[in-house]
């Protein structure tokens, strides 16, 4: 498993809460059909630390983390 | 109304940081290095796994491969990283409290008097505190709890890795007392000598001594750590509003080679000074004192520090006096390995003139050293260098803005 950087759409809210929409992964572009949640967390699969978008595409769950200003997922 | 009081010291920092980074290296033997080539190839941190070997803060690199049986995995540290994860967890602790005060970048105490009604609570909290780190950060702490900082950093070192110590006024003469006196905070290798001579073993031992002996033999110092022994400790946890304010410029660094001679502490000293003096301009403070940190090769280190007679932030003024500070007080009975230089007692705004030194002069000083400055800011560092540091070519590849540490453990008696 590795930590793969990704593209993300982000929509903002006035009071500055992120929403990601889309994510860009091995070059195509992946709707995020809902964020089903969001808490600080760690990623000891693949290592890092910061927000944890539990976020369903496709019908799977998955979890997309930002930290330090970037974006990333635990990638197969 | 009871004080209680946290404090939580993250296991194994560095080395906890690059396993959680790297995956891959978690169940090896990992060690965390400075930089080879520039000969702060010394171990700065290691994981429980090295521990098991015997390896230690200081060693070599060559040396803790001997000791390893397994291959040992050295990774070079990453400050900056070291930094923001630090700043996460402290983020964390502040959520509980305002009075949050760092003790290095990897310790702090945490005032929760206001949310602890019983020990009960508090170690609750603790408790929390613990698990958060665990679940956001993927790190482990100890924490000490206790109803003084002296005793609650006790605690944070009698078990690890993630516990938390409960010590309290009816309990800390079974904990605390039988413990060894070195594990108190502030008996360094000098004092610890001293109360061997006197028998003193025990922290129980030291609480029970005569105060008038102690006083004697180790000055004011004697009855601060008689108190402290004896859980008389009020000093606060100071807030992070206080810490806001600037009460400091440091700078360190461990030299590319160990320093044999004045002229090459000399050297560095004026390169420190240089990059404090820089920092100070900019944010337009100027210094009453000076103090001066040396470690020698055996990682003993002491701090001097004096007062100067007219407040200033040229490097030469910081420098010169450093330098003096270091001649009154290094017997060379060892060469030198790290050195710091920080200024302190602080002023900002408008300058006041020495009396015996014209305005002019102190202008000129001044206006020399905004020039270099500014050239370095434009061309880079190397661009104008005093000629003292190009006498040794391994120090001249210094750059203070890349190898100089600004991560200074705050003194527990500077705090305050």
Redo the contacts between chains.
Sequence with gaps: ?EKKYVKVMVEIDENGNKKPKTITFNNHEYEIDKVLDM???????????GERYTVRINGHETYLYFE?NKWFVESH | MGRFILHSDLNNFYASVESLYNPNIRNKAVVVVGDEEKRHGIVLAKNYIAKSYNIKTGDTVWEARQKCAEELVCVPARFDLYLYVSRLVKDIYREYSDKVESFGIDEAWIDISHLAKTYEDAVAIANNIRTRIISEIGLTVSIGVSFNKVFAKLGSDLKKPNATILITQDNFRDVVWKLPVEDLLYVGRATSKKFERARIKTIGDLANTDIKYLKLTLGKMGVVLHDFACGRDTSPVESIHDKEKIKSFGNSTTCPVDLVSNTEVKSIIYMLAESVAERMKKKNYYAHGVSLWVKDTDLCSFERQMQLSSPTNISEDIAKNCYKLFLDNYDWQLNVRALGVRVTNLTTGKMQYDLFESVNNFEKKQKLECAIEKLRERFGYDIIRRGNILVNQSLSSLNPHSDIHIIHPIGFFKAK
């Design positions: 498993m808490k600080k967390a760690v990623s000891m699969k693949v290592g890092g630390i330090n």
